[in-house]
Every structure is written in C-alpha cells, then in structure tokens.
C-alpha cells in the first residue's frame, strides 16, 4: 500500500523511479589532546584552501550562470579572513583541526539561523563546507552522488551547492530532501534544471535504497511504495489537439507555467497562462534594459505563433529578493514591497518592462495579454490597466493573491479584461501561513474548503460579467482538483507543462455537470481530507 508524504514543493514537475539516498559525509573523531598547535593550525588551513579551490574549481566548470554564482560564494566562504582567525583561535583553545572547524562554522550556522530569511537558507552551504574541510582533514573524500546503474530519485539530507552543481537530468529524475526551503540552494539549482523537487518532507530519509516512489514537486508530494512506473514523455503534437475540455466538450483551456522559452521545446501546450519575467532579472546587479527584455520576451512569443501568452510582470520581493531593489530592510517582507507594490520605489521598472513587452508584442502574431503581481486594490489595478492599455497592450488582467482582492473581483472585473488566481499566495495570506513551511504544509492544503470559498467567488464574477477568471498556483497541475477548478466556473487552467496531459485525461473523463457536482462537494466538506474523498467519488 503506497504512503503518502509531505513537503513542500520546491520545483513543479512529477516523476517517478527508484529512490537512492546520498551517503552522509564523514563524522567527527572521538576528541584528542592537541600537541603541537602551529601543526594543527597549518592542518586546518591546509584542508580550508583544499576545499576552496575544489569549490572554486567547480564554479569555473559551471555551464550555466546560477550554479557559478552560488559556487562563487561559497568558495567566498571559504576564503573568509575570519574563518581562518576564528580556527586559530579554537586551535589554540585545545580542540583539533576538524573539531576546531566544525566549532567556528556551528557558530556561523548558529548566527544565520538567527538571521532568518535568506541568510537562513544558506545554512546547507555551510554544513557543506565544514563537512569538506573535514573531510580534508582526515583525508577522506566526500560521498559522490549515488551511481544505481539507472535513473533515480536522489533523496539527501540537503544538497550543498557543489552536490547540486553536478545533478544531471539524465541521470536524477528529482530530488527530495529532508532539510531546505524554497529559498535554499537546492531548489534553487533543481528549478534551473527543470528536476521536480520536494524540500522539508518528513519521512524522506526513511525511504530505502531502490524504493519506487512518486515524486509531486508541484503539490509537494511524495508516494512511497508507489505501484507507478515511469512513462515515456509525451511525443509533441499539433497544439490545437492539445485543447483542454470536458467530456460533453465545455472549454477549459490548458495552459503552460513557464520562465523562457526553453521550456516549450515540444510541449504540446494551448498558450502561456503565466511568463514568469522575474527569471530575466534573477542576476542582474542592476535591471535588464529595454532592448534585453525586447529580447527576452520576442523568443517567447515567437515560440507561440497565434498563441495566447500571459505575460506576468515583475514578481520581486519576499522570497524572490533581487539586489537592486534593496528590500532587506523590510521587517516582514511577505506583507511589503514586492510585486506591483515595486513600482511604488521604482515605478521605472515597471514602465521599462511594460514597454519592452509592447515592443516585442508588435513583432510577433502571438496574442499577449499582461497581467501584474500582488495587487490587492480596484485602484491598483485602474492604474495598472492604464499604464499597459497606453502602451498598446489591449489585453490587462490581474491576479489574485489576496482575500482582499478575492472578494472584490467583480469590481476588479470592471477595471480589468481578466483574473487568474495564484492559489500558491492565496493560500499563505488566507491562512496567514507562511507558503515555505513545512510544518504548516496542511494549512496550505489547496482542497482548504476556505481556499476553495474564494476561488468561487472570483469564478462567480467571471461568469457573471463573461471574463475569463484562470487559476496559475501549482494547484492547477493535481488532476483532481481540476475537475473541482472547472467545475467552479474557471475559464483556464495553467501549470507546468509536464502536468497538461494528466489534466486534460481527468477533464475529459467529467462532464461539466459531474464537475460541477464535485465542486460543491469540495465547498460542502468540513475539511481538506472530506473534500479530496468526496471528489474522488465523483
């Protein structure tokens, strides 16, 4: 019988196979006196600039720019004046070279910890480096990623950045970890790779060597014991077969969730519900200028010739920080500045992007419709609208991420052309539960019977006005829910490319009635578990 664990979604995707856990680094000895202290120190600072240089090896060799970056600092780490300082010190105090590094780093853990935010996501990076220095100490080698023999499922502890820098897509179909955020360097580089992951999951290092499982990085989910076995990619196809509709042929469009282009390569995909832009400015010092994004976004929309494409303007701040908005001053940066609310700082952003979205859409015959982050305002979206629509943008929507915005979407209708609602934001500000724990995965549950409530009211609006109301959360991409989704009034649907062809199976096996049957079911039930089982019967 399969079990079902839970974390939390770090990379959307689902894939299945054997599971391989990656050994653990070598331990600390039992403690001995210290002789000769100068020895010990030259020891230390011998295995320090080993492990640099072995870091900084793997930065050089890094193809993509992300897994360079992150490498860089930490072999910064490594370099720091005050590591070396601090292990001299703790020599000197009588604690060996290994002991004496594990004490200094377990004090620089101890201080981003009480940092919090991305300081705190950066503790794996630590852990790796003191367990390398160790290793070096001792002369041992650090394990390597695991080698079955065939593709797997790496499940670790967390992966440190030079771990993560050599996961290769061919040969790991996706990672779980015990440990990590969505802010951690594992999720980081997994999401570059387009590998389903699932960080803070309980349970993951019980999992044995070879195990079947099911790993849903977009619901952060994973099935142990798992009766699946992994199906060949869909082959690509004309995208007009590839049209979303009930089985009595009601309309519910399937679209793709992407960052660039790269991620169409043979998708079979209706349109682009949600063109992730922040992915251009992730790694810039300063914002990309108007011929770049002209760029960026003309790949895009020539890849979907007559195509709908959703275009998501800058989506910065909370748990996407970018360094040239300097938002770290923030006390809690979930309720801050981010999203629409950037333009408040910086409202050229915004007027840069919206541009260059313009000027990229007149080039090509793909329709672009815009939408904005974060708004939580009929004003909000007036102004938003204004700016786009004299632009030469005809086509504004905006999203819904919070109540506030929810229970006012039939006003927001009025100024908008169409919604879509992020169940990922949603669920966090309705629950007041922060979407990156994993202790509180259950309140961000999207069968929430609350969730659902708000859901229903901006489908209600849609259909009450005649707009087009889309759901683009990773909620989209459970074939269950789906059937819920249409069922509600939802005009569109939009996840990870990888997921369409289950969700069209699952709508094409309902007709509009059953869905709608299973959606007040799901609105009825008292709990996330009640709504999940009542559908089911559906």
């Not at 009480?114 to 367990?131: C, N, Y």
């Not at 459970?478 to 990870?496: E, H």
Request: net charge negative.
């Amino acid at each position: 019988m399969a079990d079902l664990l839970r974390g939390l979604g770090a990379s959307q995707g689902t894939a299945t196979g054997p599971a391989y856990r990656l050994a653990d680094p070598p331990r600390l000895p039992a403690p001995r006196p210290v002789t000769d202290p100068d020895a010990e120190v030259d020891r230390a600072f011998a295995a320090i600039d080993a492990a640099h240089d072995d870091i900084a090896r793997r930065a050089a060799a890094a193809v993509d720019p992300t897994t360079a970056e992150i490498l860089r600092a930490q072999a910064a780490l490594a370099a720091d004046r005050t590591l070396r300082d601090g292990v001299a010190l703790a020599v000197r105090a009588g604690h060996e070279a290994p002991h004496a590094v594990a004490a200094v780093l377990g004090e620089h853990r101890e201080a981003l910890i009480a940092a919090g935010g991305l300081l705190a996501a950066r503790t794996a990076d630590l852990d790796d480096l003191r367990d390398r220095v160790i290793a070096h100490c001792l002369g041992l080698r650090m394990p390597a990623l695991p080698e079955p023999g065939c593709p797997y499922i790496l499940v670790a502890v967390d992966l440190a950045p030079a771990d993560a820098a050599l996961l290769d897509p061919a040969r790991v179909l996706a990672v779980v970890t015990s440990a990590g955020s969505f802010l951690s360097h594992t999720a980081i580089l997994a999401r570059a790779r387009g590998l389903p992951t699932v960080v803070a999951c309980g349970g993951a290092l019980d999992i044995a060597d070879g195990t079947v499982i099911t790993v849903d990085g977009t619901a952060g989910r994973v099935t142990t014991g798992s009766s699946h076995v992994p199906v060949d990619a869909p082959r690509p196809v004309d995208f007009s077969s590839a049209r979303g509709s009930t089985a009595d042929g009601h309309p519910v469009a399937l679209l793709a969730n992407i960052g660039g282009a790269a991620e169409l390569s043979g998708a079979p995909v209706e349109g682009v519900g949600l063109f992730r832009t922040e992915l251009l400015f992730q790694h810039h010092v300063d914002p990309p200028g108007l011929a770049e994004q002209v760029a960026a976004y003309g790949e895009v929309f020539a890849a979907l010739p007559g195509r709908r494409v959703v275009v998501r303007t800058l989506d910065a701040g909370s748990d996407k920080p970018l360094p040239f908005l300097h938002d770290g001053d923030e006390p809690n940066p979930a309720l801050g500045i981010r999203g629409l609310r950037v333009a408040r700082r910086r409202g050229e952003i915004l007027r840069t992007q919206i541009a260059a979205i313009a000027a990229a859409a007149r080039d090509s015959t793909a329709r672009v419709e815009v939408m904005a982050p974060m708004v939580t305002t009929v004003a909000e979206a007036a102004q938003f609208a204004a700016l786009c629509r004299d632009a030469g943008l005809p086509t504004v929507g905006v999203m819904v991420e919070v109540p506030a915005a929810a229970v006012r979407a039939a006003e927001f209708l009025g100024a908008v052309d169409f919604l879509s609602v992020g169940t990922n934001d949603l669920s966090q500000y309705t629950f007041a539960a922060d979407r990156r724990s994993g202790e509180l995965a259950d309140l961000l549950d999207p069968w929430q019977p609350a969730l659902l409530s708000l859901v229903a009211l901006c489908a209600a609006a849609g259909t009450a006005l005649g707009r087009p109301v889309g759901v683009c959360g990773e909620s989209a991409a459970d074939p269950a829910f789906a059937v819920v989704l249409a069922g509600l009034g939802i005009t569109s649907l939009s996840m990870a490319p990888a997921a369409i062809p289950a969700v069209r199976a699952a709508l094409q096996a309902h007709t509009l009635d059953e869905c709608r049957t299973a959606a007040q079911q799901a609105l009825a039930a008292a709990d996330p578990a009640t709504a999940r089982a009542a559908v089911t019967r559906v």
